[in-house]
T-cell receptor, first 115, second 114 residues
Framework: EAGVVQSPRYKIIEKKQPVAFWCNPI?????LYWYRQNLGQGPELLIR????????DSQLPKDRFSAERLKGVDSTLKIQPAELGDSAVYLC?????????????FGPGTRLTVT | AQSVTQLGSHVSVSEGALVLLRCNYS??????LFWYVQYPNQGLQLLLK??????LVKGINGFEAEFKKSETSFHLTKPSAHMSDAAEYFC????????????FGKGITLSVRP
């Protein structure tokens, strides 16, 4: 079974530029999460989707961050414009419906460096 | 509200020695507790989890953890460290329900000396 796929794995951009990250969850997983992991810290939830619906986006900085999950499968997280403080690893995770927090599968992440 | 405290950022042990990584949690409701491992440039992999029932839980790669409610702890142990155990370890807390959210600690880096 294929795991959670993320691309790109690494991205270097200059501040004020836009950037997008893509995630393909495990087949059949209805719940999708985006996390941000700052250096030396644990992951922090940005947004959670149940199918196409964003059910928890309370931690998403909406002035510059946006996300979408069209057709309830793949998801894209966008930052526009990027700031130096956005340098982090962005992790995507998925879980089967109703499994909630105790059965999340993580992708390898996208390491973003903003210069 | 829920939170996790992982004291210290780095633990170093000799190969074959006991591994002990500490985790204390705070939760206003009965917690679900997790340990994840992260190898360099990889995502997080679930080592073990406690939800209900037996308080000593066994996970992959010979790790185990014990839920102690009175101490609000969920320390991770392994009797004999192996070089391949070198990684970053995260403790996380959640609670029952599909709408629950994982809250992670800051993580501990484990080094294993030959």
């Amino acid at each position: 079974e294929a795991g959670v796929v993320q691309s790109p794995r690494y991205k270097i951009i200059e501040k004020k530029q836009p950037v997008a990250f893509w995630c393909n969850p495990i087949s059949g997983h209805n719940t999708l999460y985006w996390y941000r992991q700052n250096l030396g810290q644990g992951p922090e939830l940005l947004i959670r989707y149940e199918n196409e619906e964003a059910v928890d986006d309370s931690q998403l900085p909406k002035d510059r961050f946006s996300a979408e999950r069209l057709k309830g499968v793949d998801s894209t997280l966008k930052i526009q414009p990027a700031e130096l403080g956005d340098s982090a690893v962005y992790l995507c995770a998925s879980s089967p419906i109703a499994a909630g927090a105790y059965e999340q599968y993580f992708g390898p992440g996208t390491r973003l460096t903003v210069t | 509200a829920q939170s996790v405290t992982q004291l210290g950022s780095h633990v170093s042990v000799s190969e074959g020695a006991l591994v002990l990584l500490r985790c204390n949690y705070s939760s206003s409701v009965p917690p679900y507790l997790f340990w994840y491992v992260q190898y360099p440039n990889q995502g997080l992999q679930l080592l073990l989890k406690y939800t209900t029932g037996a308080t000593l839980v066994k996970g992959i790669n010979g790790f185990e953890a014990e839920f102690k409610k009175s101490e609000t702890s969920f320390h991770l142990t392994k009797p004999s460290a192996h070089m391949s155990d070198a990684a970053e370890y995260f403790c996380a807390v959640s609670h029952t329900g599909a709408n629950s959210k994982l809250t992670f600690g800051k993580g501990i880096t484990l080094s294993v000396r030959p």
